[in-house]
T-cell receptor, first 115, second 112 residues
C-alpha cells in the first residue's frame, strides 16, 4: 500500500530535550516536505527536499533541522524544542513531474507537545 | 508573492449545498487543488482542476475556476455530516519545483 508513515504519532516532551520525528514513504517520490498546522494559521511549510541531499527552507524553518540521506526518509529534528513548537506536524511526499497534477501524499500527523 | 486565501469557517445544514471559496494570486498556476482533512487525519487530495478548464464535476463535487478573477470554488451538493472536515485550497505554479502553495483551510461544519 502506497503510504507516508510518521513516528511517533504523539509526543510530549520538555523544553530543550532533542527529538526526532521520522517520516518514510514507499512511493519512490523525489519530493518530501514537512508542515506544521496550527489553529487559525493553517498549514505552514517548515522544510522541503527535492531529492537526496537536497533540502531547502520553507516558510517557518527556525528551530528545525532536516536531513535527506536516503530517498525514502526525511526526518525532522528539533535540537532544542521550545513550547512554541507545540503543534501538529505533517510530512508529505510527491513526484514533481511536469505536466501532471502531482498529488501530495500526507502522513497521518504527529502531535507534539513541548512543556 | 504567491498567496492563497480562504475563509476559516463555513456552517451548513445537512442536505444543503456547501460552497467553499478560494482566491489565489499566481496567475501562472497550472493546477489548482482541493484537499480534505478529516478529524485526526492527514490531508487527502479530493479533486483538482487544470488551469485550461472552467469547471470539473465529480459526483457531488463541482469545482469552478475563474482565471480572470483568480477565484476557485468547491461546491458540495447534498452535504452530509461525513463531509465535516477542513478543506484546503492549493495552487501549483509553473516554477520548476512544482511545489504547491496551500491556503489556511476552511472548516466545514455540517449540522442536522
Amino acid at each position: 500500500e502506497a503510504q507516508v508513515t510518521q513516528n511517533p504519532r504523539y509526543l510530549i516532551t520538555v523544553t530543550g530535550k532533542k527529538l526526532t520525528v521520522t517520516c518514510s514513504q514507499n512511493m519512490n517520490h523525489e519530493y518530501m516536505s514537512w508542515y506544521r498546522q496550527d489553529p487559525g494559521l493553517g498549514l505552514r511549510q517548515i522544510y522541503y527536499s527535492m531529492n537526496v541531499e537536497v533540502t531547502d527552507k520553507g516558510d517557518v524553518p527556525e528551530g528545525y533541522k532536516v536531513s535527506r540521506k536516503e530517498k525514502r526518509n526525511f526526518p525532522l529534528i528539533l535540537e532544542s524544542p521550545s513550547p512554541n513548537q507545540t503543534s501538529l506536524y505533517f510530512c508529505a511526499s510527491s513526484s514533481p513531474v511536469g505536466g501532471r497534477y502531482n498529488e501530495q501524499f500526507f502522513g497521518p500527523g504527529t502531535r507534539l507537545t513541548v512543556l | 508573492g504567491e498567496d492563497v486565501e480562504q475563509s476559516l469557517f463555513l456552517s451548513v445544514r445537512e442536505g444543503d449545498s456547501s460552497v467553499i471559496n478560494c482566491t489565489y494570486t499566481d496567475s501562472s498556476s497550472t493546477y489548482l487543488y482541493w484537499y480534505k482533512q478529516e478529524p485526526g487525519a492527514g490531508l487527502q487530495l479530493l479533486t483538482y482542476i487544470f488551469s485550461n478548464m472552467d469547471m470539473k464535476q465529480d459526483q457531488r463535487l463541482t469545482v469552478l475556476l475563474n482565471k480572470k478573477d483568480k477565484h476557485l470554488s468547491l461546491r458540495i451538493a447534498d452535504t452530509q455530516t461525513g463531509d465535516s472536515a477542513i478543506y484546503f485550497c492549493a495552487e501549483r505554479g509553473t516554477g520548476g519545483s512544482y511545489i504547491p502553495t496551500f491556503g489556511r483551510g476552511t472548516s466545514l461544519i455540517v449540522h442536522p
